[in-house]
T-cell receptor, first 116, second 117 residues
Framework: GNSVTQMEGPVTLSEEAFLTINCTYT??????LFWYVQYPGEGLQLLLK?????DKGSNKGFEATYRKETTSFHLEKGSVQVSDSAVYFC???????????????FGKGTKLSVKP | NAGVMQNPRHLVRRRGQEARLRCSPM?????VYWYRQLPEEGLKFMVY????????ESGMPKERFSAEFPKEGPSILRIQQVVRGDSAAYFC???????????????FGPGTRLTVL
């Protein structure tokens, strides 16, 4: 079945360090891929997405490229800030109910802590 | 445009009681999804509804859990006879109709944190 695997945390970095959070997926067909971020005590916010192979999603300095050949969607940021401390979830959208709706399948999340 | 609303934000129940969680989707959205997040875990899909219809309930436990999305009013996730293992954060998400705009993205509410004593 469809699944998402992301690197386990926690990840602790110093401010301005380079960030990579690995995400790989297993899916039939051509899923859409997402990164969501969850700040403490809050719900999930969409960070970025890509809907087809070789697409690059980007937002707030974060970016991820949909790599079909390696079934990956790794999240990167060149210089992290303390305010980036959160839990990051990789997800894919499976299912096709005659449109593009369908439930999301999430990885387990990676907790990022950025120290000043 | 208000986001997805969920209430209550925190809910405490004793074993055997009923829990009712409410979700109001974003304006113009008629697709609602419920997810459960156990401590230190990712979100797990429970159920997908459209107005007055359950589209996919493959993630719902077979007993004690039910969901509805009536023509008027919020979507309700109902848990009967709660047990300690039901303690979790329950998130609702919504997405727009098929109207030419991107329907890939789901917008999440702040969640209801259920604690069963």
């Amino acid at each position: 079945g469809n699944s998402v695997t992301q690197m386990e945390g926690p990840v602790t970095l110093s401010e301005e360090a380079f960030l990579t959070i690995n995400c790989t997926y297993t899916a039939t067909g051509y899923p859409s891929l997402f990164w969501y971020v969850q700040y403490p005590g809050e719900g999930l916010q969409l960070l970025l997405k890509a809907t087809k192979a070789d697409d690059k999603g980007s937002n707030k300095g974060f970016e991820a490229t949909y790599r079909k050949e390696t079934t990956s969607f790794h999240l990167e940021k060149g210089s992290v800030q303390v305010s980036d401390s959160a839990v990051y979830f990789c997800a894919l959208k499976s299912g096709n109910y005659g449109g593009s709706q369908g439930n999301l399948i999430f990885g387990k999340g990676t907790k990022l802590s950025v120290k000043p | 445009n208000a986001g997805v609303m969920q209430n209550p934000r925190h809910l405490v129940r004793r074993r055997g009681q009923e829990a009712r969680l409410r979700c109001s989707p974003m304006k113009g959205h008629s697709h609602v999804y419920w997810y459960r997040q156990l401590p230190e875990e990712g979100l797990k899909f429970m159920v997908y509804l459209q107005k007055e219809n359950i589209i996919d309930e493959s993630g719902m436990p077979k007993e004690r859990f039910s969901a509805e999305f009536p023509k008027e009013g919020p979507s309700i996730l109902r848990i009967q006879q709660v047990v300690r293992g039901d303690s979790a954060a329950y998130f609702c998400a919504s997405s727009p109709d098929n109207s030419g705009v991107s329907t890939d993205t789901q917008y999440f509410g702040p969640g209801t944190r259920l604690t069963v004593l």
